[in-house]
């Protein structure tokens, strides 16, 4: 039974890195729909959660691991996520120091304007 499932998974990327296609019965994927509070009464209180193949996801690692060496050529240095040694942490303190800054400058009475952008998660939206 082993030997049939590697047999299976061999010809599986075979078929996809030299056609370029997924099998339609192995792009399948199951969406769960996980509470975030004990009843929850919202949509937004629901967090999906993405079931799919254990095959999808080697496909997704190896192509991944392709992609790499190309990404610092698609990416902006100024961004900070999805850049290696970077954390999405670093725009927190970014702003922190900014707020800061222009603390300062209300102290000097120079003029100034700050917006604040109420940025919700895209798991928390459901369309």
Do not use: W
């Not at 009475?109 to 369309?127: G, N, P």
């Amino acid at each position: 039974m082993l030997l049939l499932k590697i047999a299976i998974s061999s010809f599986f990327f075979f078929f996809f890195f030299h056609f370029g296609h997924l099998l339609a019965t192995i792009n399948h994927t199951i969406i769960s729909l996980i509470p975030k509070v004990k009843i929850p009464s919202d949509v937004t209180q629901y967090r999906p959660i993405s079931l799919y193949n254990t095959l999808y996801k080697i496909v997704s690692e190896v192509l991944v691991n392709k992609l790499k060496p190309f990404l610092s050529k698609c990416i902006y240095k100024s961004q900070s996520a999805f850049i290696s040694g970077k954390q999405i942490l670093d725009n927190v303190m970014i702003a922190h120091e900014y707020m800061h800054y222009l603390y300062g400058k209300r102290k000097r009475k120079q003029e100034f304007i700050t917006l604040k952008l109420d940025m919700s998660k895209a798991y928390d939206r459901v369309k």
